[in-house]
């Protein structure tokens, strides 16, 4: 299932690394594409958004509702 969240914070390279470890961890076999200049972070994955988003929060990021 394709989900696309809101992600502010991401300024660089390593950011973008950040957040697609922390998805990572939630779901191994997630495949993660991110927009930083829109702030857009598209997942394909079958865990529940909630669980991505955590995951994103905890990284240091603000995922918009």
């Known amino acids: 299932m ?7 914070g991401m300024t660089c390279g390593h950011c973008e ?3 697609t470890r922390a998805i990572k961890q939630v779901d191994p076999a997630a495949e993660v594409a ?3 200049a ?3 972070v598209d ?3 079958n865990q529940p958004r909630e ?3 955590k ?3 905890e990284e240091g990021y603000q995922v918009a509702a």
């Open 2 to 8: 394709n989900q696309t969240f809101q992600v502010t």
């Open 17 to 19: 690394k950040a957040v």
């Open 34 to 36: 991110i927009d930083r």
């Open 38 to 40: 829109q702030n857009k």
């Open 43 to 45: 997942v394909q994955s």
């Open 51 to 53: 669980a991505l988003a």
């Open 55 to 57: 995951a994103i929060v």
